[in-house]
């Protein structure tokens, strides 16, 4: 039996490699797992009524592209947070998660050929890996660039040859980024969108992390291109109720942009989709449409970075996020220190390098770990100061 070569050379991913470095280890204490981004604050308590007020519609199809309540409260919440009027039947649609989406706005938008070459699709690195293989499916160099401290751990796309920028088909960008917590600015994005319309290609932004932040809200790109008047077309969002709502198992995502855009997606969703259960539909109708949930939730986030703070203080490299809910902590060798920490104290954090490109000594995330910030505080806080004192002192 044959099996294609296209996946060949994809490195396992992140959490597979964890479990073949540290499980045939003994834990060294009592296990903390801090490797993952699942939250663990209450979703909103009136979630489970609405869907079985519901449950009915477990009989019938979804619609493909969200129900007519559900694209129209994803519009309003855009309309509230980025201040752009979005029409929901032509700008946007509902996901099953926005890994989804990023993956199959590349099948939709990635044309075969850019310049009359190879398209070259950018990547942040560290980057989501679903960026990565969204590239590999439809034929394209996924091309990462280094978000460092040097450049504010935000890719500088702009420094880019033009002969990569001639191919440059798409760029994916994660504001606020995931690992590091870095924020795009209003002129980090003005700088890409103007980049994008000199070269030609789209924008995919991945803004998942939008609403865990201290004190003021991330600008967005749909801000910043209707500021611009830049076309819809080039400007292509995604968001999710996993980190704002603390609903990862909900799947509710969303996609906006341009018609054409939207036509162009839902047109292969049509064909490879996999619409949320209307039950869940009308859950997440209504929790788009809330926003006392989220303030809640961001207070919470506020309150651990206080304890990361404090926790680390002193500590050289130390990057405090600006938002998300992640630590990108500076060590020796990311593989090295999440062994230590694992025999020594139990405590489990994901190496840098997992989650990111490049050779020995030219990966960007091999001298770093990850440290979600998900667990209840006073695990947290235990699980913050044993990793403090097991590697810093």
């Known amino acids: 039996m044959n099996f294609p070569e296209r996946f060949s050379n994809l490195p396992a991913y992140a959490f597979p490699r964890l479990r073949a470095l540290l499980d045939h280890h003994q834990p060294g204490g009592e296990i903390i797992h801090m490797t993952i981004g699942a939250p663990t604050h209450d979703f909103p ?4 009524d609405v869907v079985m007020k519901n449950a009915a519609g477990f009989q019938g199809y979804p619609p493909n592209e969200g129900s007519p309540e559900l694209r129209e409260s994803i519009a309003d919440w855009i309309g509230r947070r980025y201040g752009v009027t979005m029409d929901p039947e032509a700008n946007v649609m509902a996901l099953n998660g926005t890994r989804e ?25 560290p980057f989501y890996q679903v ?23 935000l890719p500088d796309y702009a420094s880019l040859p033009e002969d990569v920028l001639n191919r440059t088909a ?18 980090y994005w003005a700088t890409l969108i103007s980049l994008a ?5 789209r924008i995919f932004a991945d803004e998942c992390y939008s609403e865990i932040y ?26 999710s109720l996993s980190k704002r709502s603390n609903l990862a198992g909900l799947r509710s995502g969303l996609i ?7 036509k162009h997606v839902k047109k292969l969703r049509t064909y490879a989709g996999a619409p949320l259960p209307l039950p869940l539909q009308a859950a997440a109708a209504k929790v788009w449409a809330d926003e006392e949930h989220v303030r809640e939730n961001r207070a919470q986030y506020q309150e651990k970075y206080a304890i990361a703070d404090e926790i680390f203080a002193g500590v050289q490299g130390y990057m405090s996020p600006k938002a998300g809910f992640f630590l990108w902590l500076p060590v020796d060798s990311g593989e090295e220190t999440a062994l230590k920490v694992w025999k020594e104290t139990g405590v489990r954090v994901l190496p840098g390098a997992y989650l990111s490109q490049g050779d020995p000594g030219q990966n960007p995330g091999e001298s770093f770990i990850r440290v979600a910030l998900v667990a209840p505080k006073a695990e947290l806080q235990r699980g913050l100061t044993t990793l403090r004192d097991c590697i810093y002192t």
């Open 101 to 125: 989406g990023l993956y199959n706005a590349a099948m939709a938008l990635c044309p075969e050929q850019k310049n009359g070459q190879q398209p070259i699709i950018l990547c942040p690195n």
């Open 256 to 262: 906006a942009g341009g018609a054409e855009t939207i």
């Open 214 to 239: 201290r004190d003021k809200a991330p600008v967005g790109i749909l801000t910043v291109a209707q500021e611009l008047d830049a076309d819809p077309e080039r400007i292509t969002l995604f968001n």
């Open 131 to 153: 960026y990565m293989v969204a590239s590999i499916s439809v034929g394209a160099q996924p091309y990462f660039v280094s978000a460092t401290a040097a450049t504010g751990h």
């Open 197 to 201: 319309e000199k070269y030609d290609f």
């Open 45 to 48: 308590s009136w979630v489970t």
């Open 170 to 187: 798409v760029a994916y960008i994660c504001s606020p980024a995931n690992p590091q917590g870095a924020v795009a600015s209003r002129d």
